[in-house]
């Protein structure tokens, strides 16, 4: 979760804070220490109001459908799903970005669906996120920043005078979920969302292609995947380890779903770039994805002359569909492509 404001990152964790502080003397069976499932789930939909506040809903619900209808298979695998009902909505930022709230919320940005290739990495995605929720990690993250806080801060929550000392504590606990939750929690969603999308029959090597490929995104883009940047050490591991995981899953299991086409024309349309979050101020040009059909004979160098009239946008079209620049293209195969203006 990235970049909300002041003002809505506090009401969320001043809501987290009153379920810590009022609960922190209960005593009957939790999940997370001080945290019961109904606590949890009560945080996520008092988040997800503000969340839907803060980016807006993408209107497009044939992709609303597809996103939900992914999420859904990849639950409908999970032995212990942990909460009843899950949520899965995709959100208005250009940002690249997927995120979940306590209690079975999970969201993907478009910034994030334009930088996908085909339905297996968003499989992977999504269950990274769902991974997040069943194992607790939000609720946890909670407890380790704020539960040893929380009692010093005491009437900070309900006192004016205090606030200021509230703000400091919900600021800094946002700002460590939007760096992700750690090395130990984020390889663990990355294992368990690998195996809850290989075992609904997604191909076991695309969370590392996604991986990969975002390292090269993010060096274009300047936007990073929560937990995970280019620039850190942990990064590489983070890449190794998956690689070392899917050989050992692609050994057990053969189906391997990919759906590269069915994805990708469903982007078609899709606003690329712009507003980050609905109050975002700054001026942006109206952009949108497309979908180029390779022609006999075609390179990426000649689909930038032929849509661009500019040869140097065949790094662009490369890093967007996650390819060398040098790849070969087979004729019928698809493309993303950048255009300018509204889709119409």
């Given amino acids: 979760m990235r970049k909300l404001s002041n003002k809505t990152s506090c009401f969320i964790f001043v809501i987290i804070g009153l379920f810590l502080f009022s609960f922190s003397l209960i005593s009957p069976v939790h999940s997370v220490p001080f945290i019961s499932k109904k606590k949890e789930i009560e945080i996520g939909r008092s988040g997800d109001k503000q969340i839907v506040l803060q980016f807006g809903i993408y209107q497009d619900k044939s992709l609303?459908?597809?996103?939900?209808?992914?999420?859904?298979?990849?639950?409908?695998?999970?032995?212990?799903?942990?909460?009843?009902?899950?949520?899965?909505?995709?959100?208005?930022?250009?940002?690249i970005n997927a995120f979940a709230l306590p209690g079975g919320y999970v969201y993907v940005t478009r910034g994030l669906l334009a930088a996908l290739n085909n339905e297996s990495e968003l499989a992977s995605v999504i269950g990274h996120e769902i991974a997040h929720v069943t194992l607790h990690h939000g609720a946890k993250l909670m407890i380790r920043s704020i539960g040893s806080q929380i009692l010093s801060v005491g009437g900070a929550i309900a006192s004016p005078k205090n606030a200021g000392k509230w703000l400091a504590v919900s600021t800094a606990l946002f700002q460590q979920i939007n760096m992700g939750y750690g090395r130990e929690a984020e390889l663990e969603s990355d294992a368990q969302g690998m195996l809850n999308s290989v075992e609904a029959g997604y191909h076991p090597i695309a969370m590392v292609n996604f991986l990969k490929n975002l390292r090269k995104q993010e060096i274009m883009s300047g936007q990073a995947y929560h937990g995970f940047q280019a620039s850190h050490p942990e990064t590489k591991e983070r890449i190794v380890k998956a690689g070392t995981f899917a050989?050992?899953?692609?050994?057990?299991?053969?189906?391997?779903?990919?759906?590269?086409?069915?994805?990708?024309?469903?982007?078609?349309?899709?606003?690329?770039?712009?507003?980050?979050?609905?109050?975002?101020?700054?001026?942006?040009?109206?952009?949108?994805?497309?979908?180029?059909?390779?022609?006999?004979?075609?390179?990426?160098?000649?689909?930038?002359?032929?849509?661009?009239?500019?040869?140097?946008?065949?790094?662009e079209i490369a890093t967007i569909n996650g390819i060398k620049e040098s790849a070969t293209l087979n004729p019928g195969c698809i493309l993303k492509i950048i255009r300018d203006g509204v889709y119409k």
């Fill in 64 to 95: 609303q459908l597809y996103i939900n209808r992914i999420g859904q298979k990849l639950l409908s695998n999970l032995f212990n799903k942990e909460f009843r009902k899950f949520h899965f909505k995709l959100v208005d930022s250009s940002e």
């Fill in 247 to 315: 050989l050992s899953l692609s050994q057990k299991y053969t189906a391997s779903i990919n759906n590269k086409n069915i994805y990708l024309q469903k982007l078609q349309g899709l606003v690329y770039g712009g507003k980050k979050h609905l109050k975002d101020k700054n001026k942006y040009k109206s952009k949108y994805l497309d979908i180029y059909k390779v022609q006999k004979g075609d390179t990426l160098r000649s689909i930038s002359n032929k849509i661009y009239k500019d040869d140097r946008h065949s790094y």
